[in-house]
């Protein structure tokens, strides 16, 4: 197997067979990195993504074989009655080039020597390890990071890099549920030797918000990801994102043909998750999200101006903004600020609404939406943000070191709300 990497926990991370190439021999157009746990009864679903990647990357003789390589790196959850892990044992943590000719069987015994267990995800310097083994075994113009496994957006309730469960990313079986931060994934791509990124995707559920993408942004041209719970079935996603970065002339291209290409795999798969799942997908443009930001701040202010004389019009609108997923406090920041300045009649607001649209406009340059026509769904969808009362809003401290409320402040609009959000259509979840 060409350049299987090796994990070494008593090293810094990730250690790899040397070949004595030259690197520049090899240049790829993209190199994709897979950085991925599902866990458990789900470690089939990486497994599958692996056979369909090599598939597509031996499809199509005519591109060059480097065109886009992949390096993968999953660790193998802890067991349940049904574990159907058949490259991996529980807790072995595989990181290999993945190519047309991988043979996956001989993972186990060469991708790691020992059961790898207390190996953290969420360590900065992991994250850091695998984009410099990246940068220098399989060396590319461009690299995209993609995670995959669980996700549950930003969760701010935890203390700032205080303690080892403020995580939302890539829930690890093995360290008591201990998950990924946005935080970590931005201070081991800022020391690594690619601090910026073509892309980051996140094939996990819920990491489309402004909290989440934010704090990431100024690290890559675009982002991928999903305000919605993510269907875990058929995954669509990211094997037909490597076959199109092969075929077409650049990432934007690719990621829109991928969004089109794995529409109704996507469908298929909420409904065989077998609940009203209404969903979607978003490319977003790094950059462009400042816009949106700048727009943010402007809207807090106006807020809290006008709250104490249209309260009740205010509170109306927080009651009718559009909600993902009913479990959790994430609504869609596009259209509450339509319907704050539909419910206010206030010119200001009206404005703002205007010019946060034309910001949205230019930073969602594509989505692809999947109505399963049970529950609600907007025409289309921005980003989410948090929105709850003022008696809920016990984490200003840990809140407000979020990159999102430094260039916006709308940790002050939740400190001023009195109102909770009740009665909102949701796309997801069940009535509470």
């Avoid at 799942?277 to 930001?293: M, S, T």
């Amino acid at each position: 197997m060409k350049r299987l990497l090796l994990l070494a926990l008593a090293a810094i991370g990730i250690v790899a067979c040397h070949k004595g190439n030259n690197p520049e021999d090899n240049l790829a157009d993209y190199t994709v990195i897979v950085y991925a746990h599902v866990g458990g009864d789900m470690d089939d679903t990486m497994e599958i993504i692996w056979e369909e990647i090599k598939d597509n990357l031996a499809e199509n003789p005519d591109i060059k074989d480097k065109k886009v390589r992949v390096l993968a790196l999953y660790k193998y959850g802890i067991p349940s009655e049904d574990f159907s892990g058949k490259y991996g044992e529980p807790g072995e943590v595989f990181c290999f080039e993945l190519d047309k000719d991988t043979d996956f069987t001989k993972l186990h015994t060469e991708g790691a020597a020992e059961k790898t267990k207390s190996f953290k995800l969420y360590d900065p310097e992991n994250i850091k390890a695998v984009l410099n083994r990246a940068r220098k075994e399989l060396p590319a113009r461009e690299y995209i990071l993609v995670f995959h496994g669980h996700g549950g957006g930003f969760q701010p309730a935890y203390d700032y890099l205080k303690e080892e469960n403020t995580k939302g990313l890539l829930v690890d079986d093995w360290l008591d549920a201990a998950p990924l931060t946005q935080f970590e994934i931005r201070m081991g791509i800022e020391r690594s030797n690619i601090p910026h990124l073509k892309a980051i995707m996140f094939h996990d559920c819920l990491m489309g918000g402004m909290e989440t993408l934010v704090e990431v942004a100024p690290l890559a041209d675009y982002l991928i990801a999903t305000p919605f719970m993510l269907t875990s079935e058929n995954n669509p996603l990211i094997p037909v994102l490597v076959k199109n970065l092969r075929e077409c002339s650049n990432f934007e291209a690719a990621a829109k043909k991928t969004f089109t290409d794995s529409e109704e795999r996507l469908y298929d798969g909420y409904v065989k998750e077998g609940v009203p799942y209404n969903g979607n997908i978003e490319l977003v443009k790094g950059a462009a999200l400042e816009d949106v930001c700048s727009v943010t701040r402007e809207l807090v202010t106006r807020l809290c101006e006008l709250y104490p004389s249209k309260k009740e019009a205010i509170d109306k609108a927080t009651c009718s903004v559009y909600k993902y997923y009913n479990e959790r406090p994430f609504f869609d920041l596009m259209d509450y600020a339509s319907k704050l300045a539909g419910e206010t009649g206030d010119e200001k607001l009206a404005d703002i609404r205007d010019r946060m649209k034309t910001a949205f406009d230019g930073a969602v340059l594509d989505q692809v939406t999947f109505d399963l026509k049970v529950l609600p769904l907007l025409p289309s969808f921005s980003l989410s943000v948090i929105l709850v009362p003022h008696e809920a809003y016990s984490w200003q401290e840990t809140y407000e070191h979020s990159v999102f409320h430094k260039k916006t402040g709308w940790g002050k609009w939740l400190d001023v709300n009195t109102c909770t959000p009740e009665g909102n259509p949701f796309g997801q979840g069940e009535e509470t």
